[in-house]
Every structure is written in structure tokens, then in C-alpha cells.
């Protein structure tokens, strides 16, 4: 089991922005010159947005010195994941840029890191240049030079590719005060914000560690024993959806109408006391049926995105104990719709840490790579606004065809490449399944099937077996919420 911050994976899940570039620019005829190491330096909190720790970073750079696309990863903590992290993130970021026919010309190169006890600033530039110099060789292998590599740690900076002592002592240079330079104040004026760190942003859905952890604990158990087999029931399993957004509607009004609090953690706290432990388990245990969490997503703008985003943290923050995985579901919702209303930030971090939660999970999958892509969220929300549209007119929704609508179109439209099983041209224009197909050939080489109707399985149904029988195949929706040891698609 994993924390909502972690992977599974060796190395923390990262982020690959191939967004719009950045020229440093206030004015059309102002431009702004980035020349020396500690203009970079300086430059890094305002290209991502938010101050990295524990990070190696790519930044792009197009024609005469126009920033691109950025790329981040966690440091991982052996040396022998390094060559592989080199490897993803340098691949990663050159594809994506080629993607959208922005090939970098060149790129920069930080690594981010603190002293570890008993460790100088020096320290960790010297522990981390086989690092440096594995990005350097793997970016090179795409015929896309590192021209600067930096090392930005307690304070100070060093250079691993300026030799001169002058320019970049061995003992490091000291960082500026944060926010005086030339770039800060341009980007300021263009209206960019740096959001403090990464772990700041995380704590904000974090499970609880508090003594309430408990008490919620119970609350979700209580909850389950209740709701579990009415979500597992397909007579009942509508009416708990609907219970379900019911109480999620009210809650968003009432963080709506909630008195503006100041700061971040306030605002939290605030939101965490409108909140009841049996309403908060209620909705968990309610998300973890993909067609209700659908539903949900449908809040995503306008005035009723804010709240709805204060929502999901709150129950993100819920998911304790052996619950954490739960966290899938709410940490997918708030990724959507920060990225929704325009947050990419918030929208990575959040998609990263459903996929911590669960790294199966497939709607966050398919959600963060279309973030990460830079893609229009507008495609999901057109979707899900006919969705909710024809529910409004009466339209039964009793029986959902397979697959998630936001699932279907991140699928076709926003993640080319994402499934398992990329479709053709020629499978696009054939109606047919892939499902059946794949009966038909078993019948086949098993003889004639037996007389009479088959039997359908139930439609609707979220709920998987448990992972001892098994499992339907990776090219239908697959990412996994789960419900007291049994899974179902995400």
C-alpha cells in the first residue's frame, strides 16, 4: 500500500509539460536575456511554477532562446534507477515536444536537491553529477544538447558544464533573493505565480495523521458494511448512486456558502469542519462506482468548480488507514477539475497521486497524460455537459453502456496512444466490439456453442472479482477503484 504522494514505481511520478512557451517577455518590445548560470538559476521557480525539491528538471529551449516544454522527475534514491529516470525523462520530453512539431534545439538541466545530515551544498552537486551527466549523454543520444546542467542546492548553485572558476566557483554561488530579478519581475507582470513547493501543494490531499484519523477510520467501516453490497447489487446499486451525488450536492453548497477563509491551510481546516466523518464515508465509498464518479465530474466549472475541488481535497484527506487506496477516486476528480478550470499545476499533482493511490487506476491515467500533453480539457467537458444535459430531460441512465463517457473520449480524442491497444483506421470504422470478436474465436477452436441465449452480464456493474479469479483483458477500461478487497473498473 502506498501513500497518495508515492509510486510503486522506483522514482516518483513526474510531470512532462509541453505547454506554451515562455519568452520572459512583458512588453512585445521588451524581450528579456537569460545569459549566465545564476539568470537560469533564478529562472527555474518561475518556468514550473512552483520551487522543486528532490526534482531533476528539463526545460526546453526554441530558435534564439524561447523556453518550451519542462519536464520533471523525482530524484530517485538508488543510483542504479538513474540511468532508467535519465532515460524517461529526456525520451519523454523530446517525443512529447515532437508531437506538437516543436523539436527542442537545446536544453537545460537542473537538479534539485537538499543536504542530507552531515551533507554541504558541494555534497550533493558531487553525489549527483553521475545524474547530470546521464541526462547530458541520454539527451545527446537525441541529438539535443545540454548547454547548461545546474546543481541547485542549500542555497547556492554550481555549474557542471562552465569550467570556469571565476564564472562558477567550486564553493558554489549564492542564489539572489527570491523574487528581485529581472525575470521575476516580468513574470509577475505577465501575471505567473509561484506557488511555494510541491510538498506544500501535496499536503492539501494527504490522508490524515491526526487523532480524527481514527474516528474516521470507523466511520468508513460502518459505512461499508452498509453500502457494499447495495453498490455490489445491480437492483440497488442505482439508488446508492443517486443518494450518493445527492449528499455530494448538498456538501458543494455548502462549502459555497461557507464564509471566505484566508490562506491555504485555514481554508482547509475550515472545510474539514463542514464536513461529517458518515458523510465523508458515505461519498467515498459511493466514488468507488465508476458511473457515480462520472457523474460527479460533471461538476467542473463555472461556480460550481470551486467548491467541488474543496470537495474532493476534503475527502482525499479522508481516505485513511487501510482506505488510502479509496483516495483513487477523489484524487482523480480533483485533478479533472483543476485541470478543468484551468490549474495544471494542482491538475498533475493530483492525477500523480491518484496513480500512487492506485496505479491502475485508468481514468487518472488517462487524465494525466492529457494534462501532461498539454490537451483541451473542453473535449471532456463538452461530454460530460450532454450527459448531464440528458439526464436533466429525463433520459434513464439505469444502464450505462461499457466504459466511462470520460474514459471513451480521453481514449479517442485527448490521449492518442494511451490504451494498451492502439486502434487503427480499419478497426475505427468497424462497429464491432473487440470483446466479442475475441469469444468468436474461442468458439471456434472449441467447438459449436451450445443452443440457446447466452447469458448477459449484468450492465452497469463497477464492481471486479477478486484478483484470484480472473481478470478481463488490459484493453478494456481496467483502472481499479476498490471496495473492500474487490476491485472494479476505474
Not at 477516486?329 to 485541470?339: I, R
Not at 481514468?363 to 494525466?368: D, G, P, R, T
Request: aromatic share 4%.
Amino acid at each position: 500500500m502506498t501513500n497518495h504522494g508515492e509510486t510503486s514505481e522506483p522514482f516518483e511520478n513526474g510531470d512532462i509539460v509541453a505547454g506554451a512557451p515562455f519568452s520572459g517577455q512583458t512588453a512585445p518590445d521588451s524581450p528579456i536575456a537569460l545569459r549566465t548560470p545564476a539568470e537560469l538559476a533564478d529562472a527555474l521557480p518561475y518556468l514550473l511554477g512552483y520551487r522543486p525539491e528532490d526534482s531533476m528538471v528539463l526545460v526546453c529551449l526554441h530558435g534564439r532562446g524561447t523556453f518550451g516544454g519542462r519536464a520533471r522527475l523525482g530524484i530517485p534514491a538508488k543510483d542504479e534507477d538513474w540511468p532508467a529516470a535519465a532515460r524517461q525523462m529526456a525520451r519523454g520530453l523530446v517525443i512529447s515536444s515532437e508531437r506538437r512539431s516543436t523539436r527542442p534545439d537545446r536544453l537545460v538541466a537542473y537538479l534539485c536537491q537538499e543536504p542530507r545530515p552531515g551533507e554541504t551544498g558541494q555534497d550533493v552537486m558531487r553525489r549527483l553529477a553521475p545524474l547530470a551527466q546521464l541526462l547530458r549523454t541520454e539527451c545527446g543520444s537525441l541529438d539535443v544538447p545540454v548547454i547548461e546542467a545546474l546543481c541547485v542546492s542549500d542555497s547556492r548553485f554550481w555549474s557542471y558544464v562552465c569550467p570556469v572558476e571565476s564564472c562558477c566557483p567550486p564553493e558554489g554561488t549564492p542564489m539572489g533573493l527570491s523574487g528581485t530579478s529581472v525575470l521575476a519581475a516580468a513574470a509577475t507582470y505577465a501575471g505567473m505565480q509561484v506557488r511555494g513547493t510541491l510538498k506544500e501543494l501535496r499536503a492539501r490531499m494527504q490522508p490524515w495523521e491526526t487523532s480524527a484519523a481514527l474516528e474516521q477510520e470507523v466511520a468508513l467501516d460502518t459505512a461499508g458494511m452498509a453500502l457494499v453490497p447495495r453498490i455490489l447489487d445491480d437492483a440497488s446499486r442505482v439508488e446508492v448512486a443517486g443518494e450518493t451525488l445527492d449528499l455530494a450536492g448538498r456538501i458543494i453548497r455548502r462549502f459555497a456558502e461557507a464564509a471566505p477563509v484566508s490562506g491555504t491551510h485555514p481554508a482547509d481546516v475550515r472545510d474539514d469542519a463542514l464536513l461529517g466523518h458518515d458523510e465523508a464515508a458515505t461519498l467515498i465509498l459511493g466514488l468507488q462506482d465508476r458511473t457515480t464518479r462520472d457523474r460527479a465530474a460533471a461538476w467542473m466549472e463555472g461556480d460550481e468548480g470551486a467548491p467541488a475541488l474543496r470537495l474532493w481535497r476534503a475527502l482525499a484527506r479522508r481516505c485513511v488507514g487501510p482506505y488510502r487506496e479509496h483516495a483513487a477516486a477523489p484524487l482523480t476528480l480533483a485533478g479533472w477539475v483543476a485541470w478543468s478550470t484551468g490549474d495544471e499545476l494542482e491538475a498533475r499533482e493530483a492525477l500523480a497521486m491518484a496513480l500512487g493511490a492506485d496505479p491502475e487506476y485508468l481514468f487518472a491515467q488517462l487524465l494525466h497524460r492529457a494534462c501532461n500533453e498539454g490537451l483541451d480539457p473542453e473535449s471532456i467537458r463538452r461530454c460530460l455537459r450532454l450527459e448531464r444535459g440528458g439526464r436533466a430531460s429525463g433520459k434513464k441512465d439505469e444502464q450505462p453502456p461499457k466504459g466511462s463517457v470520460p474514459e471513451q473520449k480521453t481514449r479517442s480524442q485527448l490521449a492518442p496512444g494511451a490504451a494498451p491497444a492502439p486502434v487503427d483506421s480499419a478497426a475505427k470504422s468497424d462497429p464491432a466490439p473487440a470483446e466479442p470478436a475475441r469469444r468468436k474465436r474461442r468458439n471456434r477452436s472449441t467447438g459449436p456453442a451450445e443452443p440457446g441465449p447466452r447469458p448477459q452480464r449484468p450492465q452497469g456493474r463497477s464492481c471486479r472479482p477478486p484478483r484470484s479469479q480472473s481478470q478481463p483483458s488490459r484493453s478494456q477500461p481496467s483502472a481499479a477503484g476498490r471496495v473492500c478487497g474487490k476491485r472494479k473498473d476505474g
